[in-house]
């Protein structure tokens, strides 16, 4: 019943930027924690970014920190995932996870696609 639907991939040339979005419905947003997930081929499933519910706490791995800024509208149930100076190593699947707060199960999306070539 909770559903994510994420958008804004593409395919660019390394030091680009995409902004992604995540839009959510099912559930009241403002009492989700969102986080960005992304995936290669054959690899773990890795963390990129979290954020409040509130937005006034946001976290990032390290492999993206200083590029990337996870930010959201909860008037608009959106997530954003603003990422610059694209690496090659940032293709992967990238997915929008949302926790209810309190809750112990997180919910997906299906997927976009971010494509930085060399």
């Known amino acids: 019943q909770v559903q994510l639907v994420e958008s804004g991939g593409g395919l660019v040339q390394a030091g680009g930027s995409l902004r992604l979005s995540c839009v959510v419905s099912?559930?009241?947003?403002?009492?989700?924690?969102m986080d960005w997930y992304r995936q290669a081929p054959g690899k773990q499933r890795e963390w990129v970014s979290g954020?409040?519910?509130?937005?006034?706490?946001?976290n990032y791995a390290d492999s993206v920190k200083g590029r990337f800024t996870i930010s959201r509208d909860n008037a608009k149930n959106t997530v954003y995932l603003q990422m610059n100076s694209l690496k090659p190593e940032d293709t992967a699947v990238y997915y929008c996870q949302a926790t209810p707060f309190g809750s112990k199960q997180g919910y997906w999306g299906q997927g976009t696609q971010v494509t930085v070539s060399s």
């Open positions: 954020i409040s519910r509130s937005g006034e706490f946001t």
């Open positions: 099912g559930s009241t947003f403002s009492n989700n924690v």
